[in-house]
């Protein structure tokens, strides 16, 4: 007998109604009314936050960052749809009776990330052929499944699209000779078929084969486009199928962006979008891009923990709704109240402002934040135009050492350190002056470019950069030997060591070309006059509390790589994830706490064996200690209950008997 059927006989042998349907559970506790009775799950959910600033600013960059994402998205798509759309053009346009036109799509090896490609190939291809099918690995484990869902999704689709729902077609009648039927009568011998089998290296290689070859013997009645998406290299087909299957198809290659490019592109849009005011800064940052390059490559996982960790940093703080852009600063400085203000004289969320807050009015203080987040703003933008900047200039040198994507870069500029003063950096800058003028000459130009794109506050820096461009331009690459080197120490006291560094620099100085010495001092002056200015840690301005997130505890206790570790802390103490005052309980069992907490807590207090009747009047209790008897049990909280066992059953830590049929096990 299994759990459900127990959990029915609970109720049955108390008379009520055997099946009952249930609500979600609410996010928190919290949203329960004082009788433990729950108001609508969706309601609970949004309504106490649709009209906090704070949520409200989380919902506004949250949406900057998928548009940013999905401009990037049809960008880097956009070129091998073209290319696809152009293949399934051509095989409209032309016969194929010997082989069947084949597009092989080597797509990385993230396979989840690939749904948002094959969603834009399908859009893409409406237009050219409204019949095409697309089949997983796991729905076609033999010839049979694999050829009912791909017939009948080339039927039925075509189908729905005439509004004629009354002929759906049965997958137990989708065979070939249908299909040719069905071809005879709906198209004119033109519009191809297209097949996209999305993970080729999940499917069994016997059933592609013999598929491959069935696709072959129709070839004369329909016209067939096979695509097949590759996560691994081409060699994975000709290993997989064997010649007489490889000789029907007629292959072409397509290749999409690596998934490591299509992040640095997707960080690109992110980091550098003046409309997303929000920064993931420090340790933070680098731990999320760990994850993505030595866990799972999945650039729609990175985005869902940098989603975590945006919500992280404006939940229920509303003086957080100030990270927005410059001209909505007013507005909500003059929406902040008391306790806003309060928090932010709190030395351990906001240590970059607070003794400077502690002596001020609340007017003061309002005049202060939009003064600062507006200094803010203007830092961050010239911050990351001079870090492209320097990306720009380093980012061939030999031995690559600030990186060669720009989130390296910027992974080390925001840290707790200036970016000036690490190792890496003064490695690059000394490595500059073995470029040629040519290299040197084409990297200011790009230097330029970007500046023309920066606000007027930089007009100076270009200036004096294109100033240094024609000096450059202009210098002499020729050797002139200066006067004889002098090896008297000018120092008194002097060292032997002091005096030999002395004369290599006299011996450097006196047989460098006026190319050499313009480009030493334009390298002080990158250095020492603008990098040094501008690429400051936001770690160091004041302010930048309210605009970048670098909590690593907070994000390794919710991203941490053992699930029954972190199941574990959830379930044991529901404010390690919650964060909310009414579940901190110190180990108590509060009727505030989530159901799925309440059920695991009271599990932990019996023995092996768990009587289900008593466990129910346990967690009747816990919700309301005056309220439900045996015979008045509200049918709504014995289905929270029922829903919170089966959750606990799922999750491993009980199981159903066959001892007692009103019983549980306890497995852990």
Not at 158 to 172: A, P, Y
Not at 498 to 504: A, F, R
Not at 567 to 589: E, N, P, R
Request: net charge positive; charged share 25%.
């Amino acid at each position: 007998m299994n759990l459900d059927a127990i959990l029915v006989i609970v109720g049955a042998g108390r008379n009520e109604k055997g099946t009952f349907g249930f609500a979600s559970n609410p996010i928190c506790g919290k949203k329960r009314k004082a009788n433990g009775n729950n108001t609508s799950p969706k309601k609970a959910k949004l309504e106490p936050y649709q009209k906090e600033p704070w949520y409200n600013a989380f919902q506004k960059n949250w949406t900057a960052i998928e548009n940013a994402v999905g401009d990037v998205n049809t960008n880097t798509f956009r070129q091998i749809l073209i290319d696809l759309e152009g293949f399934v053009t051509k095989v409209k346009d032309f016969s194929f009776l010997n082989e069947i036109p084949t597009a092989i799509l080597l797509a990385g090896i993230n396979l989840p990330d690939h749904e948002l490609l094959v969603q834009n190939l399908i859009e893409r291809l409406k237009p050219v052929t409204s019949y095409i099918a697309t089949i997983h690995s796991r729905d076609a484990t033999t010839l049979k499944s694999l050829t009912e869902g791909f017939i009948y999704q080339i039927i039925n689709d075509s189908v729905n699209e005439n509004g004629e729902d009354e002929h759906h077609l049965r997958k137990s009648h989708c065979t070939f000779h249908a299909l040719e039927a069905w071809y005879k009568i709906n198209n004119n011998g033109h519009t191809p078929l297209v097949i996209i089998l999305q993970d080729f290296e999940g499917f069994q290689s016997q059933v592609v084969h013999d598929f491959i070859l069935i696709l072959s013997s129709y070839l004369t009645s329909m016209k067939f486009v096979l695509i097949i998406g590759v996560a691994t290299t081409l060699h994975v087909v000709h290993r997989s199928l064997s010649y007489d299957a490889t000789s029907k198809l007629k292959c072409d290659v397509f290749h999409a962006k690596s998934q490591v490019q299509i992040l640095s592109d997707v960080l690109d849009g992110i980091v550098l979008n003046p409309n997303i005011t929000f920064k993931l800064t420090g340790q933070t940052f680098r731990m999320l891009v760990d994850i993505f390059l030595w866990y799972d490559f999945s650039v729609n996982g990175f985005l869902q923990c940098y989603k975590l960790c945006m919500w992280r940093h404006f939940y229920q703080k509303n003086e957080r709704s100030l990270c927005c852009p410059p001209k909505e600063l007013e507005k909500h400085v003059v929406g902040l109240k008391k306790n806003d203000l309060k928090n932010l004289k709190n030395h351990e969320d906001y240590p970059s402002i607070a003794k400077l807050l502690q002596s001020k009015t609340d007017n003061e203080i309002k005049e202060f934040l939009v003064n600062s987040a507006r200094e803010f703003h203007a830092y961050m933008g010239n911050f990351l135009t001079m870090l492209k900047c320097l990306f720009e200039l380093t980012v061939d040198l030999p031995g690559q050492p600030l990186g060669k994507h720009f989130r390296e870069i910027y992974a080390n500029a925001v840290g707790h350190s200036n970016l000036c003063e690490t190792k890496d950096y003064r490695t690059a800058i000394s490595t500059v002056n073995c470029l040629s003028k040519e290299e040197l000459l084409k990297k200011m130009g790009t230097m330029v470019s970007t500046l023309k794109d920066a606000g007027p506050s930089l007009n100076n820096v270009k200036k004096d950069l294109e100033i240094h461009v024609d000096k450059i331009r202009n210098a002499s690459l020729a050797v002139v030997r200066t006067s004889s080197i002098s090896l008297t120490p000018n120092n008194k006291p002097f060292s032997r060591t002091s005096w030999n560094k002395d004369l290599q620099k006299q011996a450097q100085e006196s047989n460098r070309s006026e190319y050499r010495k313009i480009l030493s001092n334009f390298i002080v002056h990158l250095d020492q006059e603008i990098f040094a200015k501008y690429l400051k840690s936001p770690a160091k301005i004041p302010l930048n509390e309210i605009f970048c997130y670098n909590d690593l505890s907070t994000i390794m206790n919710n991203k941490r790589g053992s699930l029954k570790s972190v199941v574990y802390t959830a379930l044991k103490d529901v404010h390690s994830h919650m964060q909310c005052k009414c579940c901190a309980s110190g180990g108590d069992i509060l009727p505030t706490h989530p159901d799925l907490n309440i059920i695991y807590k009271l599990h932990t207090e019996h023995t092996k064996m768990i009587n289900l009747y008593d466990w129910l009047q346990s967690y009747l209790y816990v919700l309301n200690p005056d309220g439900d008897t045996d015979e008045d049990v509200d049918p709504h909280k014995r289905a929270r209950f029922t829903r919170a066992v089966s959750e606990l059953q799922f999750l491993g830590f009980i199981k159903a008997t066959r001892k007692k049929t009103d019983h549980v096990k306890r497995l852990i």
